[in-house]
């Protein structure tokens, strides 16, 4: 069932963040153009047309990243909090599932947001002579790897996929802070959006607080002490470490909201 949902809610976005990659494809070919013919024009006319241009790729790029931001409330909120709620909550698919497919959507939109803005500022930069130098440097960049020893290039490996596992549950952990401060704010009577702008702010106030709380007392302890700075290890080794160890943190961090999310929604959503 999780995969129904998931197709669903792939269905209802891509309705609006397709054609905002469109736009945003249209916007930098035409930057592209108006950087190479426009800008540089004896024609005042071209040229304020080039920045016109220019502009509403800014705007585009603005635009594609909000709306992958908004669009991860908007459906939330809208689904299950909202009249749209007493339908879902009749299906036969758990709390979890809902959660889930709603949390894994918004990060893929996030990652295909990040690659479209990458891909669209290529075009942009695009010149004559770019798309050999890009070549030359991904060759480069393989024939590097090849030469690596199989200790270094293991480890190379997985440092990037370290870094790809951060960032994903970092977007993870993202949306479900803001799941978790709209669900208990809508288990309130009244004024539920205001209770839920204020859920969000305490959320970040106890979690500042609690890690700095923590943080004290680590040090008081003298842990950190015994932990690191008796502690010599390769550089690698180091970055493997400082990289478990975010992950890790992400994931506490993450599981502290999804079990608030869950909780509300399960024992106090109130959709009057």
Not at 54 to 60: C, L, R, S, T
Not at 78 to 103: C, R
Request: contains cysteine; positive net charge; charged residues 10%.
């Amino acid at each position: 069932m999780l995969r129904k949902l998931i197709k669903h809610e792939f269905r209802a976005t891509a309705r609006i963040m397709l054609p905002m990659y469109l736009v945003l494809l249209i916007t930098a070919v035409g930057s592209n153009l108006a950087g190479r013919e426009m800008l540089d024009s004896r024609f005042d006319a071209l040229n304020v047309l080039g920045v016109l241009v220019v502009m509403a790729f800014g705007f585009a790029v603005f635009g594609a990243l909000v709306m992958s931001f908004v669009l991860m409330i908007q459906r939330f909120y809208k689904n299950l909090l909202q009249d749209e709620g007493y339908l879902m909550f009749t299906l036969p698919v758990s709390v979890h599932q809902h959660i889930w497919a709603k949390v894994i959507v918004s990060a893929v939109w996030f990652i295909a947001t990040v690659l479209a803005v990458i891909g669209a500022s290529l075009i942009v930069a695009y010149q004559g002579g770019f798309l050999r130098e890009f070549l030359d440097f991904l060759r480069f960049f393989l024939e590097g790897f090849r030469k690596l020893k199989i200790s270094e290039a293991l480890n190379g490996t997985a440092v990037l996929a370290e870094l790809a596992i951060l960032m994903f549950l970092c977007l993870v952990a993202f949306s479900l802070q803001f799941y978790a401060a709209l669900a208990a704010g809508h288990s309130q009577a009244s004024h539920k959006m205001i209770w839920s702008v204020v859920c969000f702010f305490g959320f970040q106030f106890v979690l500042q607080f609690g890690g700095s709380m923590l943080m004290i007392g680590l040090n008081k302890l003298n842990l950190f002490d015994s932990l690191f700075f008796h502690w010599d290890p390769k550089p690698i080794v180091a970055i493997h470490v400082a990289l478990l160890m975010s992950i890790g943190f992400t994931v506490l961090y993450g599981a502290i909201f999804y079990a608030v999310t869950v909780f509300c929604l399960k024992k106090h959503l109130n959709l009057e």
